[in-house]
């Protein structure tokens, strides 16, 4: 509530042409004296969102100086930047809240603007009016929004592991999920050689995105079986969406388009087709958002862990992010 009542006060401010003044009563600093904290370490083990929660919430007691807690501002910081890289919205919105007033904490509007971006694309709303007052994001994300050291790092910075013949083997290997029907699982079988795909691949992502049910929407209108939001049907010359045939080449051919775009790289193929290969490339690997890291992490625990698939480099140039990603 503290903070909605002031993004309310500043949203009257900037509509006005007064300058909103930085919070800089903190042990008697001024304002060019406020400290920069520094991004915290990189997690040791898995981060599970219950943590994550707690980190923001831990946060929030340091910032207002709540629940038994002295003020803090610098260690508040430093917690919502841990749960921002984890996708937290709350978090990168806080943070960014507090970049912007210089609240106990250096003002730095750059790293803002791309905190209240990545809070408004997970949809929280005072983020959405934020954002659209800084306006687009420039340069490159801030620390706290590039993907946690404990998430695996893209193939493009890493040496490949194996050929795409021992990728094959190894995916051609993967059982289909336990309740994939036998009709859908015979189709993918016999279609996906067709798409140089896996039907591993497809089934999982068929799993996660519909549950095989071919008359699945979600809330941003992506439908069927691959769940293939209209433009992306339209790119692929998909007439009828919930043609359960033509949803399911359309999303196989998406996917081989990723796959040639990212190389490969199923971490970012998977990412760019939850949230866009737009926002992957935005970011240098998987977005901040948690249902995308969510997701990310699911379907690869699906395939056992594979990271690898062949790829076919005739479909489309590969993406310029994977340049900067192999940049020592």
Known sequence: MRRLLGLGLLLVCCACGAQVQPDVQLQGLTLEQLPRPATPPAEVGPVVPSQVQRWREEGEAYEYGSNGLQRDPVQAARLYCRAARYGDPVAQYNLA???????????????????????????LVQAQNMAAKMGTPLGPPPACLLQPDTDPKPLAAVPRRMTPAAQLQALQALPAPSNAPEVIVRFVRLEAPEYKLAPALVLAVMATESNFDPLATSHANAQGLMQLLPDTAARFKVRKLTDPVQNIRGGMAYLRWLLAYFEGDLSLVLAAYNAGERAVERYRGVPPYAETRNYVRRIL?????????????????PSPVLSLLRKP
């Open 97 to 123: 809240w507090m970049l912007t007033n210089a609240r106990g904490i250096e003002r730095d509007d750059a790293q803002a603007a791309h905190l209240f971006a990545a809070a408004a694309e997970q949809g």
């Open 301 to 317: 625990s699906a395939m056992g862990g594979q990271r690898e698939h062949p790829f076919d480099a005739s479909v489309v140039q």
